[in-house]
């Protein structure tokens, strides 16, 4: 049987996930039946697909033709970029989507670099051409200019190329829609232009792990490219670590993709992709190799974190009411069965033994683990996101990320403005038809919290992406935020009265009704400080009536606060508080007596 491996990359949203799904459906071995044919098969997470975007990068195989077709679908967005430099060592060839309309963006640059370095055959796909203000021709035009940009050599510049529509189905040799009738060209375009694996099956065994999962029969789950060799159920091989040291090991179950699933086979031959179990401690980018003649392949280099963030146990008046998982016992061993699948995350011990520092790739790395959790059920409360700084040569260095940012014209200056407050440095600009399009170069602790300001200062109209850099020199301190909190000084229920005075002072996170309790964040103050107020005060009832006691006090509709609003708001002495049910800002020390105490012990009075 003929066998391709390919990968699929692209800018995040430019519709990865539904090309896989048409490919998936118009298949030879597609057999899900699904009761809302718009569901995105691919995007089985409920985050995915509440978020519109690849979080966890997956595997799945098609057939067409007589041939099989190992496809990986990966994440677009940047923190979770580094899935992407491993898929590179698994496959032979890519699909690079580019939006009709949008062109290649920033992380288009970036899957786009690792494929050319991989020296991977690549397939161009103009997707969404179905776009009323769709502009293929110009699309296809800036690819060519990005592949030059980026050293491609001549065959790779010589790319194939296909139009589609993913979401109808439907791929062709040219740009006219109604020419097109399924996504059979794009089918033959992979068996023409990718080649098969180059499989030895006479050289001893090497499988290169570059993905893991997890099976709560099985255990972890290695899925990787076998090289060389054959690898069958019971076989014993050696597992080389990313230290070098070669340990004797097992092989458990063997298995290949069928549509989404992994299936049971006797073994496997080279050039596949394939799982294993029965390897409890292989990680990414390690090599399982032949029993009497281990031959390690090059290790995987995976990404450092860039972000940390406390997690602890919740320590609030109201913990233990909404979740089901509270203890620091559940916690710790939530945030190890993470480990065991996601390489970039990193969980280290603290002085205090209900509390772990927890570092990723980014905010939104850690704020998709701490949503996995809190709808599994935990209950836990977590610090303000800090940047992770590095010393080199005596040198204080610093995560920089590039931000590219396309707004209508008239907002280009508030966005320069705020770039700039926050270290940002201009390195591009290019206005086209009333749109702004800028590139920053920006110290990652100045993107914490940016995106909601962005978006509430462009009034939903402008769209942002960012791409890591690397470590830099510091930049120099930020200005503090110029914003203190409304903190409630009684434990109760919010008030229509309470609350009407207390909005006078800023915004609110809440209306009447809700319990709080003291030292609780209940809105954002206009000034710089902090203010206390009794939010849960009714108002006194008197014999005597009022001129105006017969008019009803007008309480603005609260901002609602979501994880990341909440991750992107709090101060370095405030938490948010997590649970099933409700996300909450409270001050660590919740009494007004124990902040003064914790102030001035930090000041050495």
Excluded at 309 to 330: C, D, I, L, Q
Excluded at 383 to 405: D, H, M, R, T, W
């Amino acid at each position: 049987m003929e066998l391709r491996n390919i990968a699929i990359i692209a800018h995040v949203d430019h519709g990865k996930t539904t090309l896989v799904d048409a490919l998936l459906k118009q298949s030879e071995n597609f057999k899900i039946k699904t009761d809302n044919p718009v569901d995105l098969i691919m995007d089985s997470n409920e985050l995915e697909r509440e978020r519109g975007i690849t979080i966890f990068s997956k595997n799945a195989s098609i057939r067409y033709g007589g041939a099989k077709i190992n496809i990986v679908d990966t994440p677009g967005h940047a923190d979770f970029g580094g899935e992407v430099e491993r898929i590179m060592r698994m496959v032979d060839g890519v699909l690079l989507l580019i939006d009709a309309k949008e062109g290649p963006m920033p992380q288009t640059k970036f899957v786009l670099k690792k494929a050319i370095e991989a020296g991977h055959k690549i397939i161009v796909v103009i997707n969404k051409i179905d776009k009323p203000d769709a502009r293929p021709a110009w699309a296809l035009s800036a690819t060519y200019d990005l592949f030059i940009e980026l050293g491609a050599t001549d065959e790779q510049i010589e790319f194939p190329v296909v139009y589609a529509s993913a979401v109808e189905g439907k791929a062709g040799a040219s740009s006219d829609l109604a020419a097109m009738k399924n996504i059979e060209p794009l089918f033959e375009a992979i068996l023409r232009h990718i080649p098969a694996p180059k499989a030895e099956k006479n050289e001893p065994l090497q499988m290169l792990t570059v993905n893991l999962q997890y099976d709560n029969y099985r255990g972890r789950i290695a899925v990787g490219r076998l090289y060389s060799g054959t690898l069958k159920k019971g076989l014993w091989v050696s597992h080389i670590n990313r230290r070098g040291e070669i340990k004797k090991a097992q092989i458990g179950n063997v298995m290949l993709f069928e549509g989404l699933n992994r299936v049971d086979v006797p073994e496997a031959k080279p050039g596949e992709i394939v799982a294993v179990s029965g390897i409890a401690d292989v990680s990414i980018g390690e090599t399982i190799a032949d029993l009497d003649n281990p031959k390690p392949l090059a290790v995987i280099h995976i990404d450092e974190p860039t972000i940390k963030m406390t997690f602890g146990v919740n320590t609030s008046p109201f913990a233990g009411k909404e979740g089901e998982y509270t203890t620091s016992r559940n916690i710790k061993g939530r945030l190890a069965e993470e480990l065991e699948t996601d390489v970039a995350l990193k969980v280290e011990d603290t002085d205090a033994a209900d509390h772990w520092t927890v570092s990723g790739r980014g905010e939104l790395h850690l704020a998709i683990l701490i949503e996995k959790m809190r709808r599994e059920g935990y209950e836990l409360e977590v610090s303000k996101p800090q940047v992770i700084f590095k010393e080199e040569n005596g040198e204080k260095n610093e995560p920089v990320e590039l931000v590219s940012v396309e707004v209508p014209e008239d907002y280009a200056g508030i966005v320069i403005e705020m770039m700039g407050q926050r270290l940002g440095l201009m390195k591009d600009m290019k206005v086209d038809n009333h749109t702004a399009k800028m590139d920053f170069k920006i110290p990652v602790r100045g993107l914490i919290g940016v995106r909601n300001a962005f978006m509430t200062s462009t009034k939903g109209q402008g769209i942002m992406n960012s791409l890591f850099l690397g470590y830099e020199p510091y930049k120099g301190n930020l200005a503090d935020k110029n914003r203190g909190s409304i903190v409630s000084t009684e434990t109760g229920t919010t008030n229509n009265y309470g609350l009407v005075a207390a909005q006078g002072r800023g915004k609110l996170f809440m209306g009447a009704g809700v319990e709080v309790y003291e030292g609780m964040v209940v809105g954002e103050n206009a000034k710089s400080r902090d203010e206390l107020v009794n939010v849960c005060r009714s108002r006194e009832l008197t014999n005597f009536r009022a001129k105006n006691d017969g008019l009803q006090d007008q309480l603005e509709v609260p901002l609602k606060l979501t994880l990341e609003n909440a991750l992107d708001y709090i101060h370095d002495d405030e938490l948010v508080e997590i649970t099933p049910k409700s996300i909450r800002i409270r001050k660590k020390h919740l009494t007004e007596n124990d902040r003064r105490k914790a102030a001035r012990e930090s000041r050495g009075d």
